[in-house]
């Protein structure tokens, strides 16, 4: 049973983001085609332990669709429609399984409807689209799984009483929906580079979902600067996946890796779209935006031969850039660990002590960062303490081995 639910988990994760998307395509019904797509995994795990279907997502996919015809055979409100669509869905099922990358555009943008919240927006893209638990999800937003559950179900009502439909919206309400569309692609390819539970701390399959995702979005608006600068950070991320664990799953620090296994053709094309996305800026004779700005951080990292040779002068300015055109308190940390690099520990600890706690609570961001600038300032007892406090709130067990394998060293 145990190899079974490990193949359904793989496959849910490679294949999830399509069974909706086809499911509620043919039902017009998100919703209705996320919870009867979970079910279709429940069936599965009962189903498997004799035997796997050549094509599992084909045979979940299928299981689903029934399960929504027999939904709406069982509702009270067997008008026309639904028994139109029920039919239409009968002599779909035994059609061979073709996943169509329009549908998960559909999912991503039904998912990020203005109707929802942002908070809505963020948490149902995250479950329906990258496939995570709710659990995974609450550590992502630093909330609690009962209200990111809460955020989910509220979604699902709100699209289904405005009868949002499944479909790509109309050019001209694009640009509105945009920044929410990106933060969400962008809040994926994160929970791919840096994983926030499991075993292991990159996850190359989520990662690259949202690199597809977030290429197909740029391509639907090749004007639009800030699409183009996500894809590029995405890619620059992307191309130190190869060093960045060790073949057990042992996570590598940017100072240890061999920079000779980045992927450098990838590091080209991101140069590449970043400059597109330059030239799409001046062309709209605006400056850089938020993702232009982190591309740009990334591209320092990306061509400097070795982390003392990088130019870490410069991306304290982008940081500082970016800190005023989008405040955030992570990027007012990471602007810390810059200063560290190019000017020292102590200014860099002043910096970090300045930065409001609240903001950071059941997170291991601060006082692993905190922690680091204490050993090399030699306050060792400090350090210690503060490291071992940030391992005790990751939930990733190969980064949290990271951390305390540093406090131990200390």
């Not at 094509?55 to 399960?67: C, E, H, Q, S, Y």
Request: hydrophobic residues 45%.
């Amino acid at each position: 049973m145990t190899d079974v639910r490990r193949t359904i988990e793989a496959v849910w994760r490679i294949e999830g983001a399509r069974i909706v998307a086809s499911v509620a395509k043919a039902t017009g019904d998100l919703g209705l085609a996320e919870d009867v797509a979970h079910e279709a995994v429940v069936e599965a795990l009962g189903s498997w332990g004799r035997e796997i279907p050549t094509n599992p997502g084909a045979w979940l996919t299928a299981v689903a669709k029934r399960r929504a015809i027999d939904a709406w055979r069982r509702s009270e409100r067997r008008d026309d429609r639904y028994a139109s669509i029920a039919r239409t869905l009968d002599e779909a099922i035994d059609d061979e399984w073709q996943p169509i990358d329009d549908d998960i555009v559909r999912l991503v943008f039904t998912a990020c409807h203005p109707a929802l919240s942002r908070e809505s927006q963020v948490a149902l893209t995250l479950r329906v689209v990258a496939g995570l638990s709710t659990e995974e999800i609450a550590r992502m937003l630093l909330t609690t799984v009962p209200t990111v559950q809460a955020r989910i179900t509220r979604a699902k009502k709100t699209l289904a009483a405005a009868r949002v439909p499944f479909e790509t919206p109309e050019p001209g309400e694009w640009a509105a929906r945009l920044t929410t569309v990106l933060g969400v692609v962008y809040l994926v390819f994160t929970e791919g580079y840096a994983a926030t539970g499991g075993d292991r701390w990159v996850r190359p399959d989520l990662a690259d979902e949202a690199v597809r995702l977030g290429r197909v979005v740029a391509g639907l608006l090749p004007r639009e600067p800030e699409p183009l600068a996500l894809v590029a950070l995405m890619e620059f991320q992307r191309s130190r996946f190869a060093a960045r664990e060790t073949p057990d799953g042992t996570p590598v620090l940017l100072a240890d890796q061999d920079r000779r296994r980045w992927d450098h053709g990838q590091i080209a094309r991101a140069v590449s779209v970043l400059r597109r996305a330059d030239a799409a800026a001046a062309g709209r004779r605006t400056g850089r935006g938020p993702y232009a700005l982190q591309a740009a951080i990334a591209e320092c990292h990306a061509i400097a031969p070795s982390v003392e040779a990088t130019d870490w002068a410069r991306i304290v300015l982008l940081y500082e850039t970016l800190g005023r055109i989008a405040p955030n308190p992570v990027v007012d940390l990471n602007r810390a660990v810059a200063v560290s690099m190019a000017t020292g520990p102590a200014e860099a600890l002043a910096l970090v002590d300045a930065i409001d706690d609240a903001a950071f609570r059941g997170s291991y961001l601060l006082p692993s960062v905190r922690g680091e600038l204490l050993s090399r300032l030699g306050r060792i007892d400090e350090a210690r303490s503060e490291l071992r406090t940030a391992a005790s709130l990751v939930r990733n067990a190969a980064q949290r081995s990271v951390l305390e394998a540093k406090a131990d060293r200390l």
